[in-house]
Each structure stands twice: as C-alpha cells, then as structure tokens.
C-alpha cells in the first residue's frame, strides 16, 4: 500500500498526463518509483547539472527510463549541492535491466 500513496502523491502532485490516479488505475498499470539523490562537492555542483541537462536525461530514456522531475534544494544542510530526482519503471525488474543497460552503455561511459 506504500507504494501506492507514494505513486498517488506523485500523480497529484505532477499532473502526470492529465492521469486520473486512484486504487483500481494503479492495479491496472503498476509502476515503481525511485527517488534518488546525489550530494556533489560544491565545486562540482554545476559540472553534475550540465552532465544531467546535456546527457544523462536522454541516456536514462533511451534506456527506458521514465524521468519524472529534478531538483535542487534551497535550504538546509548541503542545499548548494544536492540534487533530487524521480525516475519511473514500468516494474521492479525492469527498473534493474534499465540501470544494468544504462551503466554499459559506450556514450555513457564516455560521459
């Protein structure tokens, strides 16, 4: 059930697509959340906003992917160097072939 309001939470909060959420749309097209966050040096904080701006985005949907949104923190401790993001999975599984493909891919590697 975490799952589902934390899937809820973000429907409403994103407006993803006009999607209507609720308990029996979720059982029909489950989908996994990952949030992640990245703590930069502060000397590096904008080198790991371009990479993402001019890269990593468009590799994480070539590797199916689905990014939800990005953020930087404006308060708190290491507000200057945190970076926040959501990506989306059509499953657990999936999510993990998605990162496997990811981390091997020659562009990104090259990145």
Do not use: C
Not at 6 to 14: D, E, L
Not at 19 to 35: C, D, H, I, K, Y
Not at 59 to 65: D, K, P, Q, V
């Amino acid at each position: 059930m975490l799952k589902w309001k934390i899937a809820a939470i973000i429907g409403v909060a994103f407006g993803l697509a006009g999607t209507t959420w609720g308990v029996a749309q979720q059982r029909q097209s489950p989908r996994v959340f990952e949030l992640r966050t990245y703590t930069a040096s502060p000397e590096r904080m904008d080198k790991l906003l371009a990479r993402f701006r001019n890269h990593t985005t468009r590799l994480f949907e070539r590797h199916g992917m689905t990014n939800v949104g990005y953020w930087t923190a404006i308060t708190g401790d290491n507000a200057d160097r945190t970076l926040v993001y959501i990506l989306a999975y059509p499953s657990k599984e999936a999510g993990e072939a998605s990162w496997k493909a990811f981390r091997a891919d020659p562009e990104w590697q090259k990145v």
